[in-house]
């Protein structure tokens, strides 16, 4: 049997094993977590920091680090020697793909691309928001077993996706996570700026409602005065950001024109009432 056979054959059989034995580099945030709730599925896990790495006898290594620092220390750990034949490399990141293990696969481990769909603030709560977690997963044919069992064990699901497709899996996740993130601060400090003395309340239900009806009704859930074509309440709304917060501006726009564009394509807006407001749009910076 060839080597690459043999390590293929070696992956099918972890997904059978009860207990791993599972080394994760990184930790911050993301493997602490895992290897938490890994530890509680019976694995037995250790986590260890970059600077002190030693992953010669583990079946599952797990790399959880930063995007641009998984190449070089693949790269490095490679060089070094330090992946076993037979083993499997996963790593967290959502950006990347399997393609980035390759200098480990060059030495004999399977690859394997595991990334949880989830925000990570470094508390205990971290642990129990995985369950019900989708994880955006690629892999070979071989590996494939081991991943659904490792996201059964973390009480996730699997979403398969393809090595080309990684990037766009990511942005979507960035662009829907961490820039609502920035959004929904730029609303809670106007807020501030208009008076209320608790924004987050004020706040909190509304979003809640609409995050919960655009996740069912998609175009569909838009209000406000964008769908309704309301040209003078936008104005209204740009002057005052222009006066009190300008660099509130420039996001409030893109939105409000990117906005513009699906209200209309979706039927939620004519484009004869869009008219006024798309001239507001297009003449202000």
Not at 152 to 171: C, F, K, N, S
Not at 263 to 279: F, H, K, Q, V, Y
Request: glycine share 10%; charged share 20%.
């Amino acid at each position: 049997m060839s080597a690459t056979l043999r390590t293929e054959s070696t992956a099918r059989k972890l997904a059978g094993k009860k207990v791993l034995t599972v080394g994760i580099i990184g930790a911050g945030r993301v493997g602490t977590a895992l290897g938490t709730a890994l530890r509680r599925a019976g694995h037995t896990v250790t986590v260890q920091r970059r600077g002190a790495i030693d992953i010669h006898r583990v079946e599952l290594v797990i790399l959880a680090v930063p995007d641009d620092a998984l190449a070089p220390l693949v790269a490095h750990l490679a060089e070094e020697r330090a992946f076993q034949p037979g083993q499997v490399v996963a790593h967290t990141s959502g950006a990347h793909g399997v393609g980035v293990l390759h200098p480990a696969v060059a030495r004999g481990v399977r690859p394997l691309a595991l990334h949880p769909a989830m925000t990570f603030a470094g508390r205990p709560d971290d642990v129990d928001r995985l369950a019900g977690t989708s994880y955006g997963v690629t892999a070979p044919d071989d590996v494939k077993p081991l991943a659904e069992r490792l996201v059964a064990d973390l009480g996730g699901v699997p979403e398969w996706i393809a090595e080309q497709d990684r990037a766009m899996y990511h942005t979507a996740l960035a662009h829907g996570a961490n820039h609502l993130v920035t959004l929904v601060n730029e609303a809670l400090d106007r807020l501030r700026d208009a008076g209320t003395s608790h924004p987050e309340h004020v706040l909190g239900p509304l979003l809640r409602a609409a995050l919960e009806n655009t996740l069912r009704l998609g175009d569909a859930a838009l209000t406000g005065p964008v769908s309704r074509g309301d040209a003078g309440t936008i104005a209204r709304h740009l002057d005052t950001l222009a006066a009190a917060a300008p660099d509130s501006v420039p996001s409030y726009l893109a939105l409000a024109r990117r906005t513009a564009d699906r209200a209309i394509a979706s039927g939620r807006l004519r484009p004869a009432d869009a008219e006024t407001l798309l001239d507001v749009l297009a003449t202000r910076r």
